[in-house]
């Protein structure tokens, strides 16, 4: 069975500029996360797909950040456009239905200069 | 205060030894606990639930649960040098939310 995949591994943008991240969850998980951590801190949820459907978005930090999960599948999330604190490995997790373990993706690093 | 305090180490230990990692949480209404661990560079790897209190064994590690102190705990038993890693405290703090709040990470490093 495949792991949670995410797209691209690194990325660095100016700022200003605009991300778009993608994870690919593992196949048949309805449950999506979004998690990041920026330097020095602890891994920060950022917010929760079920299915297509936000469930829960309390740990999007601002209004520059737009996630996406149409059809249910694969997420997108875009960083529009980019401030210098962005910086940081951006995971995506994903869990089956009522499952609460969570399967974790390898990230993506995205450095803002 | 941390929602979720780990003590960021380095913890060492002798190969063969009981590591000991601990974490303590802050929410007493917090429903379920989870060990990860991460190698340098790489991703949070789930290595142990836990939703009841007292032990649950699964091989080499132990997680043990304390509602009542609010503490959750791993024991990693004949540590092997391949078991340095930091491991990431993870709860789950409350029953309708699924997202996972974690600790900073201790840093394990088993020494041959």
């Known amino acids: 069975e495949a792991g949670v995949t995410q797209f691209p591994s690194h990325s660095v943008i100016e700022k200003g500029q605009t991300v778009t991240l993608r994870c690919d969850p593992i196949?048949?998980?309805?449950?999506l996360y979004w998690y990041r951590r920026v330097m020095g801190k602890e891994i920060k949820f950022l917010l929760h797909?079920?299915?297509?459907?936000?469930?829960?978005e309390s740990g999007m930090p601002n209004n520059r950040f737009l996630a996406e999960r149409t059809g249910g599948t694969y997420s997108t999330l875009k960083v529009q456009p980019a401030e210098l604190e962005d910086s940081g490995v951006y995971f995506c997790?994903?869990?089956?239905?009522?499952?609460?373990?969570?399967?974790f993706g390898p990230g993506t690093r995205l450095t803002v200069t | 205060q941390k929602e979720v305090e780990q003590n960021s180490g380095p913890l060492s230990v002798p190969e063969g030894a009981i590591a000991s990692l601990n974490c303590t949480y802050s929410?007493?209404?917090?429903?379920?606990f989870f060990w990860y661990r991460q190698y340098s560079g790489k991703s949070p790897e789930l290595i142990m639930s836990?939703?009841?209190?007292g032990d649950k064994e699964d091989g080499r590690f132990t997680a043990q649960l304390n509602k009542a102190s609010q503490y959750v705990s791993l024991l990693i038993r004949d540590s092997q040098p391949s078991d340095s890693a930091t491991y990431l405290c993870?709860?789950?703090?409350?029953?309708?939310?699924?997202?996972?709040?974690f600790g900073s990470g201790t840093r394990l490093l088993v020494r041959p």
């Open positions: 997790a994903s869990s089956q239905g009522s499952v609460y373990e969570q399967y």
């Open positions: 196949s048949g998980h309805d449950n």
């Open positions: 797909f079920v299915k297509e459907s936000k469930q829960d």
């Open positions: 929410d007493r209404v917090s429903q379920s």
């Open positions: 836990i939703y009841s209190n």
């Open positions: 993870a709860v789950r703090p409350m029953d309708s939310s699924y997202k996972l709040i």
